[in-house]
T-cell receptor
C-alpha cells in the first residue's frame, strides 16, 4: 500500500536561510507523482511543486525545489531564502501511476509545520 | 487564473442534521475529489468522481456520505446525519485527468458539528 512519511512535525528556520523538509514514500508502482502543498493558517491548500517518477531533472518552481532521490524513495522540499510568509504547514503527497484502476487520488503525509524566525 | 471554489466557507450544524457542501471545480476538469482534514491532522481522501459516478471511495466514505454533480458545474458532498466526529475541514479538488501534474484544491469548508 502507498504510504507517505514526514518525520519532522515542526521545523524552525531563520529568515533568508534555506530549509529542507523531509518526505519519504513507499509504493510498488513504477510510475507515480509526488506533490508538495502549503497550508497557511487560513487553511487553504496551495500547490507548490510536482515531480513525476520518470522526470530526470529535479523539479524547481521559484524558491522551491524538490530533491528527488528515487532509489531512496525520498522527495524532500527545499525552500531557499526563507521568508516570513513561508511559515505554514507543508504536506507531501503521492499519486499512483496511470494504471486503469487508479483514480488519481492523493495520499498525504502528516505534514511539517515550518516557522520562519525574523 | 481558474480556481476551484467552495461554499460555504464555514458551517455550524447540530448533530443528526444533514449538510450539503458545494464545490465548483475548474470548468475543463474531468476528475473531482473530496478530502477531509480533521483539525491538526493530515488530509484524508474521501471519494473520487468521474463521468458522473464514484470511481473510488475510502473507508471513511460510508452510507452517510453521498456525492453528486447535479448540473454539470457544481459538485456536492452530502452528509446525511452528521456526527460530532464529522467536524473537519472538507476540501474539494479537481484535475484535468487522473494523471495530471496538478490537482487543484478549493479553499475548503470548515464544518463544525455540535
Amino acid at each position: 500500500a502507498q504510504k507517505i512519511t514526514q518525520t519532522q512535525p515542526g521545523m524552525f528556520v531563520q529568515e533568508k536561510e534555506a530549509v529542507t523538509l523531509d518526505c519519504t514514500y513507499d509504493t510498488s508502482d513504477q510510475s507515480y507523482g509526488l506533490f508538495w502543498y502549503k497550508q497557511p493558517s487560513s487553511g487553504e491548500m496551495i500547490f507548490l511543486i510536482y515531480q513525476g517518477s520518470y522526470d530526470e531533472q529535479n523539479a524547481t518552481e521559484g524558491r522551491y525545489s524538490l530533491n528527488f532521490q528515487k532509489a531512496r524513495k525520498s522527495a524532500n522540499l527545499v525552500i531557499s531564502a526563507s521568508q516570513l510568509g513561508d511559515s505554514a504547514m507543508y504536506f507531501c503527497a503521492m499519486r499512483e501511476g496511470p494504471r486503469s484502476s487508479n483514480t488519481g487520488k492523493l495520499i498525504f503525509g502528516q505534514g511539517t509545520t515550518l516557522q520562519v524566525k525574523p | 487564473e481558474p480556481e476551484v471554489t467552495q461554499t460555504p466557507s464555514h458551517q455550524v450544524t447540530q448533530m443528526g442534521q444533514e449538510v450539503i457542501l458545494r464545490c465548483v471545480p475548474i470548468s475543463n476538469h474531468l476528475y473531482f475529489y473530496w478530502y477531509r482534514q480533521i483539525l491538526g491532522q493530515k488530509v484524508e481522501f474521501l471519494v473520487s468522481f468521474y463521468n458522473n459516478e464514484i470511481s473510488e471511495k475510502s473507508e471513511i466514505f460510508d452510507d452517510q456520505f453521498s456525492v453528486e454533480r447535479p448540473d454539470g458545474s457544481n459538485f456536492t458532498l452530502k452528509i446525511r446525519s452528521t456526527k460530532l466526529e464529522d467536524s473537519a475541514m472538507y476540501f474539494c479538488a479537481s484535475s484535468e485527468d487522473r494523471t495530471s501534474a496538478t490537482q487543484y484544491f478549493g479553499p475548503g469548508t470548515r464544518l463544525l458539528v455540535l
